[in-house]
Structures are given as C-alpha cells and as structure tokens.
C-alpha cells in the first residue's frame, strides 16, 4: 500500500531531491513552502510520514510541529526534521520538540530513506 509523504520546505530543489529519493518506493508525495501551507495540507492528505525543515518564511518548523502535536487529527503523524545546523545545541533543541528522527543537510538519499524506513514500512515499487 502506497505511503504518503508530505514534504515542508521553502526550497523547491530539496522537496524535489526528496521526492528523487524515494522514486524506487511505492509513495505518493504532497507539498507544501511554508509550515502554514504544510498544517493545511496535513490537515487535508492526513500523510503517513511527514518531512519537515526548520527554517522557512511564514512559519518556522518548529512551530509547525508544535501546532501539529497539538492537534488530536494530526499530533500522531511521525515527523522528521531538515535541518541545516548539525550543532549540538540545536540537535537536542530538535530532538525535544518530539520528532521521530532528523536529518542534517545536505543529505546523502539512503540517509533519510534509512531514517524513514525506521518510521514507516517502505515497500519497493512493483516491477511491470
């Protein structure tokens, strides 16, 4: 049965390096620019995965998560963050925000299919 993924992030390029990723997997992809237009989309495709970055105009990440987790529809809908600070303080800072996994960019592909492998069952597509 087909995953799907909702990517967050102002970067058309990542959410298109996403999308690349998972192509030999049997998942659909929705997407949003901004962390309002991604609580809208979620709210309406109800994604088995989302991946969320950080920093973007309009609303952050962060505050995108924690609307999210407030929100009894959507609060169960694993997250895993983009990030481009690989620091530590902001990796805890992360980590506390109640997501499933995160990743640091820029990122290898077999990275994060690894990391959402561990979040949702990852069927490879179906050779015609």
């Not at 109800?46 to 991946?51: A, Q, R, S």
């Not at 962060?62 to 694993?78: F, H, V």
């Not at 530590?88 to 990122?107: C, E, H, M, T, W």
Request: hydrophobic share 45%.
């Amino acid at each position: 049965m087909s995953k799907k993924i909702l990517t967050v992030d102002d970067s058309r390029t990542i959410r298109m390096i996403i999308r690349r990723a998972f192509k030999a997997h049997d998942c659909t992809f929705v997407e949003a620019g901004n962390g309002e237009e991604g609580l809208a989309v979620a709210a309406k495709e109800k994604p088995d995965l989302i991946i969320l970055d950080i920093t973007m105009p309009v609303m952050d990440g962060a505050t995108m998560l924690g609307r999210l987790r407030q929100d009894p529809d959507l609060k169960g809908i694993p997250v895993i963050m983009l990030t481009a600070e690989s620091g530590q303080d902001n990796v805890a800072r992360i980590a506390g925000l109640g997501i499933s996994d995160y990743v640091v960019k820029p990122f290898k592909d077999d990275v994060l299919l690894e990391k959402a492998s561990k979040v949702i069952p990852l069927a490879l597509l179906q050779a015609a």
